[in-house]
Structure formats: C-alpha cells, structure tokens
C-alpha cells in the first residue's frame, strides 16, 4: 500500500454505517409489529381537513435562493477564516490582510443592508 | 489497521448510540418535568416513579404506531430523509469528547468537522420536505434551510474566534486551554502569555457564548426558533407526513442535535471536563470525575435551553431572518474583530470581557426591544383609540364598527 | 486484501454509479441527490489521500452549500416535474463534455503516476511534508515530538505565499455577493 494513513477516519465512516443500519433495523422492526390498517383516505397527504390540491412550485420565493447563495459565500470564507485563525498570531501579513479580507466583505453585506435585501419582507 | 482494531471500533460506536439513547430519552423526561415545573404543573408522573418511565412508554408507542407512507409521496426520499436528518449527528458524536481520554475518534481540526457534518442536516430537511409532497410539508422545509442556513454562519464565526483564542481546531486542545494553571501548549499559545489568562471562555468571550446559544437553539429548531415546524401554523412542517418509527428518528435527532449544542457550549465555553475537583493520579477516576463535570455542565445548558423554552414566544419568519442577519451575523464578525484585535496586540485579558460585554449588552436590547414590541404596539393603538375617542364624535357610524384589536401584521411566510 | 483497498473500490463504485445516475435519471431532484453522493464519495477520496482539510471542505461546500443551493434552484423552477425539453443547445452540451473528457484522457495518459507514489512515500516519512497539506495534520502521538508542528502549514501557505490570490479571492466573493443581491433586489 502507498499510503498507510492509519484510517483516523475509519471510525467515522463506520459510525455512519451503524447510525443506518441501526436505523433501518427500528425502521424494520416497526414495520414488523406496528399495527397496519390501510385506506385510501389515510394515504392521502394531510390537508388541515379540506381536499388535497398539487403543490405549485412557482409561489416559492426567489429569496430563498438568495440566502442560499450569502450562505454558500461565507462558507467558503469560513474556508479561509480557519486556518487563519490558527496562525495569525504574531505574523503581521496575517492580520492585516484577514482585515483587508473581511473588509471587503463588510463591505459587500453593508451593501446588501443598504440595497434591503437582509431583510426578509420589504 | 488489524481486524482487531476493526471490531473495537464497532463496539465503541455501539456503546456510544446506546449511551446516547439513554441521553435522549433522559432528556425527554427532563423537558416534560422541568417544564411542567416552570408551568406550574407536575409533568410525567403516573408511569414509574416521578414519571421516569415515561420516555420508555414513550418509545414503545412510537414504535408500534403505523408508519403511514402517503400515496402521493416520493417513497425513496420520503424513507431516506429521516437517515440523512439522524446520521450526521451520530458521526459528529464520533469526536466530541467528554473527558480528556473519552472520545472516539479525536479529529485534529474537530471544529471544522463538526461544522461541516452539521450542514448536512439542512437537507435532510428539505428532503423531508420535498418527499412528503404535501404543501406544509414544502413551505417547513424551505423555511427550515432559510433559517438553518441563517444561523449557520454565527455558528462558524464564534467557532472561529474560540479557535483564534485556543490557536488550535482540535476540542481536546481548546478545553485544555481553559484549565487554569496551565502555562502554555503550544510554541504559537507560548507567545500570549501576556495577553490572554487560561480560564473558561465564557470569561473572556460572553458575546460568542450568547451568539452560540442564540444561534445553536436556532440550528436544532428549539423553541424560540422553531417557526419552521410550527403545529399551529404549518402543522408539524417537514415533519407533517411522518408518524411512527420514521417520526420518532426525526425526533431523536432533534435532542441529539440538541444535546451536542450543549456539549459544544461546555466544551468551548465552560472548561469542559474541568473543574474545581479533579483528581489527577489514577487515570480512571481522573476520566469519571471529567465525565461527571462534563454532564453537569452540559445539563446546566440544556436547562437552560428548555428554560428559553419556556419563557419566549415563538419568533415569526420575518422576525428571524432579520435577527439573524442584521444583528446575530454583524455582531459575530465584531467578535472576530475584537478577538483578533486584542491578541494581535496582546491586551490585558480584561479588555475582551469588557468589549464582549458591550457588545452583548446590544443583543439584549435589541431581544427586549424585540420581545416587548407587541405590547408596546397593543399600548400604541390603546392610545390612539383613547384619542380618538376623547374627541367629538363626527361620524358615529364609522366608529361603531370597531378597529380590530390584533396589532399583528399578516403573517408572511414562504 | 487491504482495508484501505476495501474502501477504495467502495468509493470509487459508488461515486461512478451515482455520477452516472446524475446524467442517467429523468427525475432531477434525484439526479441532484446523487451528486450529493459523489460529492461524499470524493470526500473519501481527499481523506484516503490525507488531504483531510480538503475533505471537510468538500463536505462544508459541496455536500452542504453546493447541494442546498442546486435543490433551491429544482424547486424554483416551473414545470420541474416535465423534466428538460428539447433545444436548440444540444450540440454543445456534446461538444464541451467530449473536449473535456479528452483533456482528462490526455493529462491521465501523460501524468506520471509512479512519481505521485513515490511522493505520498515521502509524505509518509516526512511528517512535515504532510503539515502543509492539512490544518495541523498531524496525530496528537506525534505533536509534541516535533518541533513547531501545531504551526499548521495550509494557514502558513495561504498568507505567506499566497496574500494576492488570497486577497483576490476576496473580490471575487464581493462580486458574488453584489451579483447576487442586483439578482434579487430588481423585479
């Protein structure tokens, strides 16, 4: 083997097959000794009462999207935040350019405040 | 790695799902009691004695209950998506640590995995959603990720000032770091001895504590934060199609989710497995005695948590987003700033308490203002009513009618 | 054979299978499922090559954000369940992945792969070597060992060697996020 790197993550990766097949076992088990009483009524989907329609996908809000997308910016900032955030002591270059860093986005989110997109209904 | 090693790792993780069912169920008889208590009301108290048995009781009827699959759902994500909600928080359990030598599997940048893993539960969600096909069901899990999402992003930045401080992403290091007395660990932690004192970080950084509350309890949808699977409203949201077995997985994540939030708030903020009495000379007591302070502390938090639960309203969507992102957000980059600021230049310690304090005193106004704006809206139209009325009368007619007396703005969700 | 190997083929099976299913499936919601699996699979990979900062990373924005914002753009989407009709695009939806399949072809025939090896050797050995390619990658066993191991070397790279694409990197997130918001703020 090239590489024996000592499987520090065998544990993790194992510990998600046991949370699912844990899972499916309750998942199985209940299936088994749950009581079962099928109707057409019971099978449809739960509407407060009066009859089921089809959902219409295009009422759902652009903005939900938007957040998605500040979401995935300061993720990948997160990215750079961390290992920054374990060495910048004492090392200048460090400091001064996470402030250049954040400024810039600062920035970015005090134009989004400014243009009312934080908020959620204008 | 030999087979050995192999089949230790699956007892392990087995001992752990079975220590962390009896945590959940243990949790859900501590909320039912301690918030029949703050209702003045007795809670559990019929199955066992003061009720124990209850979330055994619990159990049983969940698994017995049907497992209705709708027939307009999309079978394969509507079975997948408890798994996707559940199995994440199992394998962040993998890293946490409860005493310096009781963890699993200890990741060098711990935070960082625990952030990462945490995300995937937000889809899970949308899938529950999506897969149910029902309208509740779409509008929960739109508005679960909006929010989750939201509050991720406090999360990551206090997490990263508790780094900056620690100068390290592993847990065993940064709750290490909160022991007094301890000089330095590494060469980098070396260097501050003059700025920062080793004490839990809840001294030095109130502010990221609050913000991790604030934004943790919105991570796993507790009460002040949980428009988005809201009975009164959106009948149970992503959640609405489920019952049973798949039902209660939703459930048992939710206190697991729960319950690593104040595990986290304990480890970064509270000294973990540290305390006034810790033996150190045989290893065994020294990991009991650790365990015993680590759950203390992180009962204490959940206490807390359910306490929050049943003080505060529930916050409409609108009233959330804004929250997080022009005061939750904003306010966890300035402790970035602080943070990196006062050890950049090495402060006296008691600098950070003070500017963290200022700082969170902000968020306590604006909750106030926050919490106490429909009374004083209801106060506002009392007032212009009386006005009105000490007026002449013009027009009697208009004024019999009556202005409605809900202050509150139509709710407008999703 | 090795559990590593064991692990391996899991990973690479599944990522192929569930990349193909992404092109393959009519139902798109699905299809987007699945490259959260490949997304996961790749993780594997960056772990079995001890690239673990780069695995969590994939799993932070691939599996996490990437994903949440593909199924927000499926759910804004009308008509999603027609799935796609056919356009006047379809040459150059073959002509793109054909001349990006040969560039991948080219440079995997032209890589020296016996050179890679020998280098993940020396990573082995050189613990050092290993800092730069993770946040403080190295077993607690070893820390105190080494001198100035804690100094993780990604952090290092990223400010010493690397301040402009860094700060670059910065304006090219603005530009996003300003993107973005122009995007929504007009209707």
Redesign the interface.
């Given at each position: 083997?090239?590489?024996?790197?000592?499987?520090?993550?065998?544990?993790?990766?194992?510990?998600?097959i046991?949370?699912?097949i844990?899972?499916?076992i309750?998942?199985g088990?209940?299936?088994f000794?749950?009581?079962?009483?099928r109707s057409?009524i019971?099978?449809?989907?739960?509407?407060?009462g009066i009859e089921?329609?089809p959902?219409r996908?295009?009422q759902?809000?652009?903005?939900?999207?938007?957040?998605?997308?500040?979401?995935?910016?300061?993720?990948?900032?997160?990215?750079?935040?961390?290992?920054?955030?374990?060495?910048?002591?004492?090392?200048k270059?460090?400091?001064y350019?996470?402030?250049?860093?954040?400024a810039?986005?600062?920035?970015?989110?005090l134009?989004?405040?400014r243009?009312?997109?934080?908020?959620?209904?204008k | 790695m030999r087979i050995v090693d192999f089949f230790l790792i699956i007892l392990g993780l087995l001992v752990l799902f079975t220590a962390l069912s009896v945590v959940v169920l243990s949790l859900t008889w501590l909320e039912r009691k301690f918030l029949g208590r703050l209702q003045r009301r007795l809670g559990p108290n019929r199955t066992g004695p003061m009720g124990l048995l209850q979330p055994v009781a619990d159990a049983v009827k969940l698994v017995l209950k049907e497992d209705i699959l709708p027939s307009s759902a999309d079978r394969a994500i509507f079975w997948v998506a408890p798994l996707v909600v559940l199995v994440p928080s199992f394998m962040l359990w993998v890293t946490i640590p409860a005493a310096e030598n009781l963890v699993l599997r200890n990741v060098d940048m711990g935070l960082f995995y625990i952030i990462a893993f945490s995300v995937i539960t937000i889809l899970g969600l949308v899938l529950a959603g999506w897969g149910s096909a029902n309208k509740y069901g779409i509008l929960g899990g739109l508005r679960s990720s909006a929010q989750l999402i939201s509050y991720e992003i406090p999360v990551i930045m206090v997490v990263i000032a508790v780094a900056m401080m620690a100068q390290s992403l592993n847990l065993i290091h940064i709750t290490n770091f909160q022991l007094p007395g301890i000089q330095s660990i590494t060469p980098e932690t070396a260097r501050l001895e003059a700025g920062i004192q080793n004490v839990p970080f809840a001294v030095l950084q109130p502010l990221g504590m609050v913000i991790f509350l604030i934004a943790g309890l919105a991570e796993v949808g507790r009460t002040p934060f949980d428009i988005y699977f809201a009975e009164s409203e959106i009948v149970g949201g992503p959640f609405v199609e489920y019952s049973g077995a798949h039902w209660s997985v939703f459930f048992l994540a939710e206190y697991m989710n729960t319950f690593i939030i104040a595990a986290l708030t304990a480890l970064l903020f509270l000294g973990g497995w540290h305390g006034p009495f810790n033996p150190t000379s045989p290893q065994w007591l020294e990991s009991l005695v650790g365990v015993v302070w680590f759950l203390v502390k992180t009962y204490f938090v959940i206490l807390v948590i359910f306490w929050i639960r049943g003080t505060f309203p529930r916050l409409r969507i609108d009233q959330l987003m804004a929250f997080a992102w022009q005061v939750v957000v904003p306010l966890s980059f300035a402790n970035i700033l602080i943070t990196g600021v006062f050890m950049y230049y090495g402060w006296p310690w008691w600098s950070l308490t003070l500017m963290s304090l200022t700082l969170s005193s902000v968020i306590g106004y604006l909750i106030y203002k926050h919490v106490t704006a429909p009374a004083r809206k209801v106060a506002e139209v009392y007032n212009r009513r009386r006005m009105i009325e000490r007026q002449p009368r013009r027009q009697a007619g208009r004024q019999s009618s009556g202005p409605s007396a809900g202050p509150e703005e139509a709710v407008s969700g999703g | 054979m090795a559990f590593q190997e064991v692990i391996f083929w899991v990973l690479a099976v599944s990522s192929v299978a569930a990349a193909l299913g992404v092109v393959l499936l009519r139902d798109i919601f699905r299809a987007a499922l699945l490259l959260v699996v490949v997304f996961l699979a790749v993780a594997g990979f960056f772990v079995m090559m001890n690239a673990e900062f780069l695995a969590v990373v994939q799993v932070l924005i691939y599996a996490g954000a990437i994903a949440i914002l593909i199924i927000f753009a499926i759910m804004l989407t009308r008509e999603v369940q027609q799935g796609n009709l056919p356009n006047r695009l379809q040459p150059a939806a073959v002509l793109f992945p054909v001349l990006l399949l040969a560039a991948l072809v080219f440079v995997a025939v032209d890589t020296d792969w016996n050179l890679l090896q020998d280098q993940s050797r020396e990573l082995q050995d050189n613990v050092e070597v290993v800092q730069t390619h993770t946040i403080g990658g190295i077993p607690d066993e070893m820390r105190g060992d080494i001198p100035g191991s804690d100094r993780s070397g990604l952090g290092e790279l990223l400010i010493n060697d690397f301040v402009l694409p860094f700060e670059i990197a910065s304006m090219l997130l603005l530009a996003a996020i300003i993107g973005a918001l122009v995007l929504v703020r007009e209707r």
């Open positions: 083997m090239p590489v024996d790197f000592d499987f520090r993550w065998a544990a993790i990766i194992v510990s998600g046991i949370g699912f844990a899972i499916a309750m998942f088990a209940s299936m000794i749950s009581s079962r009483r057409e019971k099978l449809t989907s739960y509407e407060c089921a329609a959902f996908w295009s759902i809000n652009i903005r939900y999207y938007i957040f998605a997308i500040l979401f995935l910016i300061f993720d990948v900032e997160a990215v750079f935040l961390f290992p920054w955030a374990v060495i910048f002591i004492g090392n270059i460090a400091f350019a996470m402030l250049i860093f954040l810039v986005l600062g920035f970015a989110i134009y989004g405040w243009k009312g997109v934080l908020q959620w209904s | - | -």
